[in-house]
């Protein structure tokens, strides 16, 4: 079945430095992708929803890569500022997009 | 329009007891969800339900958990025995179409 993984499991940078995040999966039938964002005590919260068309998609702060010839997703923050410190889980499903394969997160830190 | 919520936010319970998670999906969505999060295993999935018939029930967790879905916009997830290794967050989530939207979660301590 669908594997995902995600790195790095913990990433600290500067505030105003890019910080990336990145997922490979190994079903090359995914087709919805997912990135979510838990601040700590909070429950996820959508950050972007990816479809498998699309290979670059521009968020708020934010943008998210789909490289489908090497089965990767990639968040890229451009400017993290500490609001941005929280855990990041990737999430791949295929056209059955209940059964979702979340990545193990990443926690961000962003340092003042 | 409310987002998913549970109840309780945390419970500490004894090994042994018998503990029962509530969930309130988003009105009208089909779909939902009951995960469990911990810091080694990450997101796992223990049941999931389509308009309320139970589609998967997570295989490894089938002896001592069960999720219920009496009517379209409340389950619970009933814990019987509880063991210290049930500590974790449990998080409920349901979606429409593609998109899951999850609750804020229930912090499980097990004594």
């Known amino acids: 079945g669908e594997q995902v993984e995600q790195r790095p499991p913990h990433l600290s940078v500067r505030e105003g430095d890019s910080a990336v995040i990145t997922c490979t999966y190994t079903?090359?039938?995914?087709?919805?992708f997912f990135w979510y964002k838990q601040e700590p005590g909070a429950s996820l919260q959508l950050l972007m929803k990816v479809f498998s068309s699309t290979e670059i998609n521009e968020g708020q702060g934010f943008t998210v890569l789909l490289n489908k010839k090497d089965k990767r997703l990639s968040l890229n923050l451009t400017a993290a500022h500490p609001g941005d410190s929280a855990a990041y889980f990737c999430?791949?499903?295929?056209?059955?997009?209940?059964?979702?394969?979340f990545g193990k997160g990443t926690h961000l830190h962003v340092l003042p | 329009d409310a987002g998913v919520t549970q109840t309780p936010r945390h419970e500490v319970a004894e090994k042994g007891q018998t503990i029962i998670l509530k969930c309130e999906p988003v009105?009208?969505?089909?779909?939902l969800f009951w995960y469990r999060q911990t810091k080694i295993q990450g997101l796992e999935l223990l049941s999931y339900f389509r308009s309320k018939s139970l589609m998967e029930d997570g295989g490894a967790f089938k002896d001592r958990f069960k999720a219920e879905m009496l009517n379209s916009s409340f389950s619970t997830l009933k814990i019987q025995p509880t063991e210290p290794k049930d500590s974790a967050v449990y998080l409920c989530?349901?979606?429409?179409?593609?998109?899951?939207?999850f609750g804020p979660g229930t912090r499980l301590l097990v004594l």
């Open positions: 009105s009208g969505h089909n779909d």
């Open positions: 989530a349901s979606s429409l179409e593609d998109t899951q939207y």
């Open positions: 079903d090359p039938n995914s087709y919805y």
């Open positions: 999430a791949v499903s295929d056209t059955n997009a209940y059964k979702v394969i």
